[in-house]
């Protein structure tokens, strides 16, 4: 991917179908993130129709050299194990499972406070959630993250730490079956 050692990775794994998922967003914070943090580069991971539009935005914006397109992967962990920082710029949002597996991985994210998003994410605990459409505010916590390597680091750990106490899918299986027990309990 030519990603070296010195780089530090912001990562998306994304529907490239969906505008939805914000990913034009992403790619205009690249600028303000790089300036600030200049071994910054960005990692996208997925498919659709909207990549053509994507690549040439980025070429038009001149950063293409900070950006990869990855493409469908299916060593996904493979990608998750080289970010600092997982991104979702989405202005829609059910339960992110992107969220939840880079949170697994102790990742710390960026996401837009949307949908089931702040469910998932704990502001400040376990990364930070910006509001929806806002550039600035998204690249702002995100260089604020790569500049720190130890809230990295600690944000991650909580970030595992709540994907396992509240998110497993035996967990999260037996609380619908709860949910379906007393909704029967009711008939």
């Known amino acids: 991917l030519g990603i070296g050692e010195e780089h530090l990775i912001v990562g998306m794994v994304a529907n490239f179908n969906r505008s939805v998922k914000g990913v034009s967003l992403f790619l205009d914070a690249v600028p303000e993130i790089v300036k600030a943090v200049p071994a910054a580069r960005f990692l996208l ?31 996904i962990h493979r990608c998750y194990a080289i970010m600092d920082v997982s991104a979702l710029t989405s202005f829609s949002e059910g339960l992110s499972i992107t969220l939840l597996e880079s949170m697994r991985c102790g ?40 500049l720190d390597r130890e809230s990295r680091r600690r944000m991650g750990e ?9 998110f497993l899918l035996r967990d999260v299986a037996k609380r619908y079956e ?3 027990e007393g909704l029967l309990s009711l008939g």
Not at 45 to 62: Q, V, Y
């Open 45 to 75: 991971i997925g498919r659709g129709k909207e990549e053509k539009t994507l690549r040439d935005k980025a070429r038009t914006m001149g950063i293409e050299s900070y950006v990869r397109f990855a493409g469908y992967r299916k060593d």
């Open 107 to 146: 990742i710390p994210v960026v996401a837009t406070r949307v949908g089931g998003n702040p469910e998932v994410v704990v502001d400040g605990v376990t990364g930070y959630l910006v509001p929806p459409g806002d550039v600035s505010a998204f690249a702002s916590r995100t260089v604020t993250l790569l």
């Open 158 to 166: 909580e970030g595992r730490r709540r994907v396992e106490r509240h």
């Open 178 to 180: 709860e949910v379906y």
